[in-house]
């Protein structure tokens, strides 16, 4: 599969997908295929299910010829059968999609070194075990083309699991304020350290989805959030809170200060799309004035060296 740079993001923290008008979601997934974006991501728990359902009715209604891509989550399985869960979270999301397939599945749980379903956790011995079998038996009844992960939990365990080779795509925190997935970290980085999961994704072949791109907001340079936007955000793979990460978002304010991007979304969106090996960004919604821009901000290129060569400088205050 072919993905387009910028993805569309169905997901609690834009909104449009889950709380938007059914008009306003018809629109804008239209708008959004017009523009060249072909990958729709959506996940078992958006909304409670709100999001595949509304995705599926606006897909249908428009005959869609766009990739699918979303997550099944073992929080409600049987800690002792997760082979049975997995397949009855993929077919309760099929349902809700109205799909008989879909393109990308992909594991929406983190990876610990402990089994709790509880706490949607699991271990790299339960994905790489009764997970996959799970998976490849969904596969063989044609229910799904690809299978993924998203690499959040424990870095080493993501490692792991991209090394090997069972997945072929990673959904990746990667960001101006945590961007260890593509970069080298200072000692003392008080971050999750994701070790340049991107280099070693790229190089056994796995896609890179690129998710929280603007830090759940804080890198959107505004602390008004848009009324279907989710209110409050918890940080994944940043900082302690999300006042935090907008407090270190403030070090980047000089990329759009000295004219290397126009606002700070671009500057972020830009700085994904530098990396090699990146596949697409995933950007969530709240309006079509963010689509619009997303896009136009993905065809002005990667952000030059000459900014690129002034952020480990403010990566090196991020310590403890």
Not at 154 to 182: C, R
Not at 203 to 212: A, H, N, S, T
Request: aromatic share 6%; with cysteine; proline share 4%.
């Amino acid at each position: 599969m072919e993905f387009s740079e910028i993805g569309f993001g169905c997901g609690d923290v834009g909104g449009l997908m889950v709380r938007g008008e059914p008009a306003d979601q018809v629109r804008a997934v239209a708008r959004a295929m017009e523009l060249g974006i072909n990958y729709f991501d959506t996940a078992s728990r958006y909304g409670g299910g709100r999001s595949e359902t509304n995705l599926g009715r606006v897909l249908k209604e428009l005959s869609a010829d766009v990739f699918v891509g979303t997550k099944y989550s073992l929080g409600e399985a049987d800690p002792n059968d997760l082979k049975a869960g997995v397949i009855e979270s993929v077919e309760a999301s099929l349902k809700r999609l109205g799909r008989e397939q879909v393109d990308l599945i992909q594991l929406h749980d983190r990876i610990s070194p402990q089994t709790d379903v509880s706490v949607r956790a699991i271990t790299v011995s339960d994905v790489l075990g009764q997970v996959q079998e799970a998976l490849e038996s969904l596969k063989s009844q044609g229910k799904v083309r690809f299978y993924g992960m998203t690499g959040v939990g424990e870095p080493k365990g993501i490692h792991e699991v991209v090394a090997s080779g069972m997945v072929k795509s990673v959904q990746t925190v990667y960001n101006l304020i945590n961007a260890s997935a593509g970069a080298d970290t200072p000692t003392g980085f008080d971050m999750p350290d994701y070790g340049r999961l991107i280099d070693l994704a790229a190089e056994k072949q796995v896609g890179i989805i690129v998710i929280r791109v603007l830090a759940a907001g804080a890198l959107t340079g505004t602390s008004v959030r848009h009324p279907v936007a989710v209110p409050t955000v918890a940080p994944i793979g940043s900082s302690k809170d999300f006042q935090q990460d907008e407090f270190r978002a403030a070090q980047f304010t000089f990329l759009v200060d000295e004219g290397f991007a126009a606002d700070m979304p671009e500057a972020s969106i830009r700085f994904a799309l530098s990396k090699p090996g990146v596949s697409t960004v995933l950007v969530g919604y709240s309006d079509m004035d963010h689509l619009e821009k997303s896009v136009a901000y993905a065809a002005k290129g990667p952000l030059t060296q000459e900014a690129l060569a002034r952020l480990p400088q403010a990566w090196s205050t991020f310590v403890s």
